[in-house]
């Protein structure tokens, strides 16, 4: 049940996708993906070239199933980190923030799959022209960078499925099995969870986070960078409210930068400020309320799952 051309594009039992996350998304994380049956993602955001050799290695000695890395297009290095990612081991290479253009053909040309992720249908139509194998598109929803336009998962996944004729991913706002069935009702051939993932016994996230994440209200996130370095969904702390006065302010995009920092101080670092940091988080952070096991995560998407289906199938029988 659940089997997808997804699955069959790569190789996996489950169209359930690890997002790609900075920091977080390391090997343990994405082996315990994979092994339940999903696609694990590395997040290779913030890996240097060495890091992203020796994460796959680990990956590998932690399951023989396929994985793959996410990487931003931003990155100078790009092309070093694709060579790294291919030559140990990914099967699947997620590009994101940038055009598809320009590394799709040399990444097929190597034998991966591509995936692209995106915030509206003109993205995903470029996704097509470029030959990318599957679209990922994320709604305002999601955890971390979104897209200008602010398009939620509901509206923007029938969009993009009736727009382009490859399969389509639904990001952002999705972390059980209610989720997992919405998302394949609008056309979806498969989800890409992150925040979810953030709250298991496997990420690499600092345990402050994840508790922050048990706590989180419905309104617990917000979004800063409107105007200037994009949208970027995170918890509500005394970091985003810095940003956001500076913003009111007109502050240039190299001091929302400055403020910023490095980044990681929330979600990843020994220092774990949930307060003055990062924390990049989804708005169905507000749901999660128990740490789990990736494994556990899974049978409990899959069985709600098929729960929601009987309901569902009962209602129309009425
Ligand atoms: C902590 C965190 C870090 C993230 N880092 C990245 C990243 O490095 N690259 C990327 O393409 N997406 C990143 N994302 C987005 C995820 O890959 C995923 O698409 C998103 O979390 C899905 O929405 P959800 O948070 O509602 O599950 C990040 C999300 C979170 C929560």
Not at 29 to 55: F, K, Q, R, Y
Not at 108 to 116: D, I, L, P, S, T
Not at 139 to 158: Q, S, V
Not at 200 to 211: L, M, N, V
Request: hydrophobic share 40%.
């Amino acid at each position: 049940m659940f089997h997808t051309d997804v699955c069959d594009l790569l190789g996996i039992e489950y169209p359930i996708i690890l997002g790609g996350m900075v920091w977080i998304g390391k090997a343990d994380l994405a082996a315990a993906v994979s092994e339940a049956g999903g696609l694990g993602l590395l997040g290779a955001g913030g890996m240097t070239i060495e890091e992203i050799h020796s994460e796959c290695s680990l990956v590998k000695e932690k399951t023989s199933k396929p994985f793959g890395v996410n990487l931003p297009m931003i990155r100078p290095d790009i092309s070093e980190m694709i060579d790294a990612s291919i030559e140990s081991g990914a099967s699947v290479v997620v590009t994101s923030s940038g055009n598809p253009k320009s590394f799709t053909r040399v990444i097929k040309e190597r034998g991966c799959a591509v995936m692209h992720v995106v915030p509206s249908v003109s993205y995903a139509l470029k996704c097509v022209e470029a030959g990318v194998d599957i679209i990922i598109a994320e709604g305002i929803e999601a955890g971390g960078h979104d897209g200008f336009d602010e398009i939620t998962t509901m509206a923007l996944i029938p969009q993009v499925v009736d727009a382009v004729d490859v399969p389509v991913i639904a990001a952002g706002g999705i972390a059980d099995g209610r989720g997992f069935v919405a998302a394949l009702s609008l056309g979806a051939k498969g989800v890409q969870l992150g925040t979810r993932f953030v709250a298991t016994y496997e990420s690499a996230a600092h345990p402050r986070f994840k508790d922050a994440i048990l706590q989180l209200p419905d309104n617990g996130t917000t979004i800063t960078g409107r105007t200037t370095i994009g949208p970027t969904r995170s918890m509500k702390n005394t970091l985003t409210q810095k940003i956001q006065e500076a913003e009111r302010q007109g502050a240039s995009a190299q001091e929302l930068f400055d403020l910023i920092g490095e980044g990681r101080s929330a979600m990843a670092s020994i220092e774990g400020d949930i307060e003055e940091g990062s924390a990049y988080c989804g708005q169905i952070g507000g749901m999660i309320r128990e740490l789990k096991s990736v494994s556990d995560v899974f049978d409990e998407i899959l069985a709600q799952a098929r729960d929601t289906i009987t309901q569902i199938r009962h209602f129309s029988e009425l």
